[in-house]
């Protein structure tokens, strides 16, 4: 084996370690995780836990000053396949009440939905007062997937960059703060990202056909960003671009400047006080049938 193989091998590895940190972060708080010594990556990773909680803490008085406010926001997530964009916003919704914060992930439009407006079938996600959406992938798909994969025409594509920023300036008069966000990562980077997904049985299910094909046309999807980013960053909504090889550090940094874009402040809530229970005298609870009880296999 080579020294480039050996090299590739150890870097799918730290990558399923991270996965597995990933999963951690769904199910542990960060005083209760103790990470091992030994591990040369400990201190970098009890930092970016570290930090993860703190940002964290930070998009809970977010959320609070948006319901307070009836503020609204949208953030758009692009960027090419496994560049890590539904990992920040896992990160991002973790934490959040998802009655306030929620995910409009569009599958590939139906036939009907191909007769509409193009921007149509994403107004219904659009938020009302005190909501904040993130869009994982947007309307951003006609100067992309569509436009390199041949899903629209020249006209429908020339159309998109005509409408596309009098759509966003509409959103923005009507009160909603527009955020868009491109994850950028490199061509090595990719590759050994989807290596590790098809080497993981539980992420393999990320890997479409689509996918692939991307991998194949990346110069295809580089000119088509290129054009996108040039004819659609506007005063209005600009663009900002998350270098995202470091998936981590990518995570902390667009959450970092997420809340930086926000005119948020603390807003104060009153003490919460637990009520005594009412107590009954002719109530007697009725036992549960034990033909209803979930047998405890764990």
Known sequence: M?????????????????????????ELEDR?????????DAGDRRLYFRELIRLQSELVKLQDWVVHTGHKVVILFEGRDAAGKGGVIKRITQRLNPRVCRVAALPAPNDRERT????????????????????????????????????????????????????????VRSGIQLVKYWFSISDDEQRIRFLARINDPLKQWKLSPMDLESRRRWEEYTKAKEVM????????????????DDKKRARLNCIQHLL???????????????????????????????????????
């Open 260 to 298: 930086n874009q926000m005119p948020y402040d603390e807003v104060p809530h009153a003490d919460v006080q637990l009520p005594e229970r009412e107590r009954r005298e002719d109530y007697i609870r009725q036992p549960v049938p034990q033909s209803l009880i979930v047998p405890e296999v764990y």
């Open 229 to 244: 980013l040039e004819r659609t960053h506007i005063p209005e909504s600009p663009w900002w671009v998350v270098p995202a």
């Open 32 to 40: 209760q995780y103790e990470l091992d010594g030994a591990d040369e």
């Open 2 to 26: 080579t020294q480039t193989e050996e090299q590739l091998i150890r870097r799918i590895r730290r990558d399923l370690q991270d996965d597995f940190d990933e999963e951690l972060e769904l």
């Open 116 to 171: 509409q407006w193009y921007f149509q079938r994403y107004v219904s996600h659009l938020p009302a007062a005190g909501e904040i959406v993130l869009f994982d992938r947007s309307w951003y798909n006609r100067a992309g997937v569509e436009r390199v994969m041949g899903f629209c025409t020249d006209e429908q594509y020339e159309e998109f960059f005509r409408s596309v920023p009098e759509f966003e300036r509409m959103l």
